[in-house]
């Protein structure tokens, strides 16, 4: 059903894929997690930016000058969804470390499982720069879907959104409501639960990053 969204990629990485399912297990700790949460975001990373733009520069490597390709240098901007999409921001890091870090605050209502905000700040400008909102779970959409209005609405225009795990319903959500922008996923996963978890998931992302519960 995904497949009918031109603006959905979901990674067919075996490397994105074998990480996933370690993810996915119960008896996998908060340091192995955190660890594996870090590198499928890098490895996403590395796909959701194949068409950054590319500049030639001079080049004196220790044979000759030579003419090489640099990324252009257009300004980058990851923003995690708090709390559990600081868990994928020092992956992208790793592979851009000029990008600016903003933030937005949401949880899930435990009764009705829509978003509240309670943080933004992101890097001006906005509307100049390439947006990456992370999140490791899409799951009813609503999060992500109310951190794309909002990074909009402060006028942010390029957009990209990473996940790690959604449900079908939170792809059909943020596909339709942001056709503009998109969407990378890790894998989609078969259906939500009675309290909106994603099936067969990871259970709660943020508790399993930071050890709470
Ligand atoms: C989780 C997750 C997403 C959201 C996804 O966050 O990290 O932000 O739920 O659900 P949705 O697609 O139905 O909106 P949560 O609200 O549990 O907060 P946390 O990251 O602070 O644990
Ligand atoms: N948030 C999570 O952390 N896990 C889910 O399965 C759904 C929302």
Do not use: W
Not at 62 to 89: H, Y
């Amino acid at each position: 059903m995904y497949k009918d969204y031109v603006n959905v990629i979901v990674m067919d990485h075996p490397l994105i894929k074998h990480k996933i399912s370690l993810l996915r297990d119960k008896d996998t700790g908060t340091n192995e997690f955190r660890k594996l949460v870090e590198e499928i975001a890098m490895l996403e990373a590395f796909e959701a930016f194949r068409d950054l733009p590319l500049k030639d520069v001079e080049v004196e490597t220790p044979i000759e000058k030579c003419i090489s390709p640099v990324i252009e240098g257009k300004k980058l901007a990851v923003v995690p969804i708090l709390r559990a999409g600081l868990g994928m921001v020092n992956g992208i890091t790793a592979l851009v470390p000029t990008a600016k870090v903003g933030h937005v605050g949401l949880y899930r209502d435990p009764e009705t499982h829509e978003p509240h905000e309670y943080y933004c700040k992101l890097p001006e400008p906005i509307d100049q720069r390439l947006i990456v909102v992370i999140d490791p779970m899409l799951a009813t959409g609503g999060s992500a879907v109310a951190a794309v209005d909002y990074i909009k609405k402060r006028g942010g225009k390029a957009i990209k959104f990473l996940c790690i795990i959604a449900a079908p319903e939170g792809v059909k959500r943020l596909a339709e409501a942001h056709p503009d922008i998109e969407i990378y996923i890790g894998n989609v996963d078969r259906e939500l639960n009675e309290d909106a978890y994603i099936c067969p998931g990871l259970g709660d992302a943020g508790d399993r990053i930071f050890g709470t519960k």
